[in-house]
C-alpha cells in the first residue's frame, strides 16, 4: 500500500564544492583557486560557513563557455577573430605576417606585443597597401624624411641580436647606404625577412596562436 505522506523526489538547488568539481570536470582545488583570483568566474555562494555552487549557475557558466567547432571549409579561411576585450590576427602567412616581420625590424621582438601598431599595420594593408609602402612610412616614421645612415644600420642590427652594432659593421653598410649601391627600403626588406628577424618574433609560434591587434 502506497505511503500517503511520501513526496516526490526534489531535484538540489545547490551542490557541494566536491560535486561542482565533478559536474565541471574540475578538481575542487582548482575550483578553490578560482574563488581566490577570479580566472575561471565560476559562481559560487556562501552558505554560512560552507561554499556551495547553485546549478542554475553551473549550467550558465558551461553555456556562456561552450565551444562551437567551425567547420572544415570556414576554418581554414578565418583570418580575424573578435572578443570582448580584444582581436586576434591569424593569417601571419598574409597581412599579419607582414605587419609583424615589420615590426620586428623596426622595433624589436616587444614591438610584436604592440597591440595598437599592429592594428595600423593589419588596417594599412588590409585596405590595399603594398607591404613596400607600408615599410617606407616606417622608416620616414622612425628615420625621418632624410635617414642617417650609420642610425639605420645602428637600429637595425640591435633589434636582430640584441647587441650594439660594431663600427666595421655600420662603416660597411652605411658606406652602402650613401653611395647609393643599397636603398634603405632594400635593406629593411631583407632585415625583415631574415632568419634572425623571424625567430626573434617568433614568427612560427604566431602562426599557431595568431597575435592580438587593436
Do not use: C
Amino acid at each position: 500500500m502506497a505511503d500517503k505522506d511520501a513526496r516526490p523526489p526534489i531535484d538540489p538547488l545547490a551542490v557541494s564544492e566536491k560535486t561542482a568539481a565533478e559536474l565541471l570536470g574540475l578538481s575542487p582545488s582548482t575550483l578553490e583557486k578560482d574563488r581566490a583570483k577570479g580566472h575561471l568566474g565560476v559562481p559560487s555562494t556562501k552558505a554560512g560557513r560552507r561554499v556551495i555552487y547553485q546549478l542554475a549557475d553551473l549550467r550558465s557558466w558551461l553555456a556562456a563557455h561552450r565551444l562551437v567547432p567551425l567547420p572544415d571549409a570556414l576554418e581554414s579561411n578565418v583570418e580575424r577573430l573578435s572578443f570582448n576585450d580584444t582581436r586576434v590576427a591569424l593569417d601571419l602567412d598574409g597581412n599579419a605576417g607582414s605587419t609583424t616581420k615589420l615590426l620586428g625590424a623596426f622595433l624589436g621582438s616587444a614591438g610584436v606585443s604592440n597591440k595598437n601598431f599592429v592594428g595600423i599595420g593589419l588596417q594599412y594593408l588590409d585596405s590595399g597597401g603594398t607591404y613596400e609602402s607600408l615599410m617606407e612610412l616606417a622608416i620616414s616614421t622612425v628615420f625621418g624624411e632624410t635617414p642617417n645612415s650609420r642610425s639605420v644600420v645602428a637600429t637595425f642590427y640591435q633589434n636582430l641580436t640584441g647587441r650594439q652594432a660594431p663600427e666595421g659593421v655600420i662603416d660597411t653598410y652605411a658606406g652602402l647606404l650613401d653611395n647609393g649601391d643599397l636603398s634603405v627600403l632594400s635593406l629593411a626588406l631583407q632585415v625583415a625577412d631574415s632568419e634572425f628577424n623571424l625567430s626573434n618574433i617568433d614568427l612560427v609560434g604566431l602562426s599557431a596562436t595568431g597575435i592580438e591587434y587593436s
